[in-house]
């Protein structure tokens, strides 16, 4: 194998754990200014996300904090969390930086489209939660409330719940990542995973079950979008797929040539 085609450097252990703790400083100190920069807007950061929830709030009715610290600590968690999303890039470019000199050249060329696709797909399924589930979820609950009952949720459960639903959409979203992942490192052929298409589908909706409310309308906006996107995944994993059977099949001819060459000459 060609030197090219080697990883570039070799560290010792120490240097590693070395280079390790400095980049994770950066990921913290990373977090901690962008924190320090939003923790003064951290009531209207709190505000912003309830939204999907007030709006369908019954008239005179408020969202409560049942616990002493509730009203400061609440809107403290959740500028923190926004504050480690937003830091996202900065965090995997050092985790690239560290892992990058293990790498081979064609790993890298993957790599990177890999990393920036997967940043932006998560903050796509954060975005589609916000914007699509929670407005036809949260209408769906305020229009199955039994009469007589007052909805008032609590800033800190409502927290919880809508934290749970980033993440679950956003982790969601990386499976065209994983699905390309599959077929590009060749562990999955492409036509065994169309093949495993109605068993995929049944698992969407069996995830859409367990990280979604009981409705079937926050199921079936999950699951579709997990289905959709496991499709577009296994249309790039096809493509992929195809042009490393070209390059196998181009870089044959020429071995085989080769050795012709080297064969030595029939004597009379």
Known sequence: MSTSQEPENHMPLLAHLLELRTRLLRCVITVLVVFA??????????AIVAAPLRTYLPDGATM?????????????????????????????????GFIAPGLYKHEKRIAVPLMIASIVLFYAGMAFAYFVVFPIMFGFFASVTPQGVEMMTDISQYLDFVLTLFFAFGVAFQIPIATFLLAWTGMVD?????????????????VGMLLTPPDVFSQTLLAVPMWLLFEIGVIFGGIIQKEQAANKASEEPSSEDDNTEQKPPVQS
């Not at 920069?37 to 709190?46: E, H, K, N, P």
């Not at 400061?72 to 830091?87: A, E, W």
């Not at 495993?196 to 589908?201: E, G, H, L, N, T």
């Open 37 to 46: 920069a939003l923790f003064y807007f951290s009531q209207d950061i709190y």
């Open 64 to 96: 409560i904090a049942t616990g002493v610290a509730s009203p400061f600590l609440t809107p403290f968690k959740l500028t923190m969390v926004v504050s480690l999303f937003l830091s996202m890039p900065v965090i995997l470019q050092q985790i690239w």
């Open 190 to 206: 492409v036509a065994t995973l169309r093949k495993s298409r109605p068993y995929v589908i049944v698992g969407c909706f069996f």
